[in-house]
């Protein structure tokens, strides 16, 4: 079992950043795949960034390359997302998530076995 809780969500004007943090629980985190998502009101949950057990590689959407960056600290089990050139359309809850299978690509939200709860981000225009 892996619990995962994110933090760092906020209000910020259009242009600025913002870093979230997800901190997961459990022994196991170096063997997970992390990704971020996010899911905005009446749409979907769609893929942001993903990056695999030693950070040695990254994925990201079309939408949030050059501006979003994801990393890791296994010593610390946490996650990051550094957010900068936000736009009103990343408007959003953001989710963290874990998944231990391999064979599917990192953007397949059916793929993950872990969730946390969500973290609220707003840019206000």
């Known amino acids: 079992q892996v619990q995962l809780l994110e933090s760092g969500g906020g209000l910020v004007r259009a242009g600025g950043s913002l870093r979230l943090s997800c901190a997961a629980s459990g022994r196991t985190f170096r063997r997970y795949l992390m990704g971020w998502f996010r899911q905005a009101p009446g749409l979907e949950r769609e893929f942001v960034a993903a990056i695999n057990w030693d950070g040695g590689r990254t994925y990201y959407a079309d939408s949030v390359k050059g501006r979003f960056t994801i990393s890791r600290d296994n010593a610390k089990n946490t996650v990051y997302l550094q957010m900068n050139g936000l736009k009103s359309e990343d408007t959003a809850v953001y989710y963290c998530?874990?998944?231990?299978?391999?064979?599917?690509?990192?953007?397949?939200?059916?793929?993950?076995?872990?969730w946390g709860q969500g973290t609220q981000v707003t840019v206000s225009s």
């Open positions: 998530a874990a998944r231990a299978a391999a064979g599917y690509g990192p953007d397949y939200t059916g793929s993950y076995d872990y």
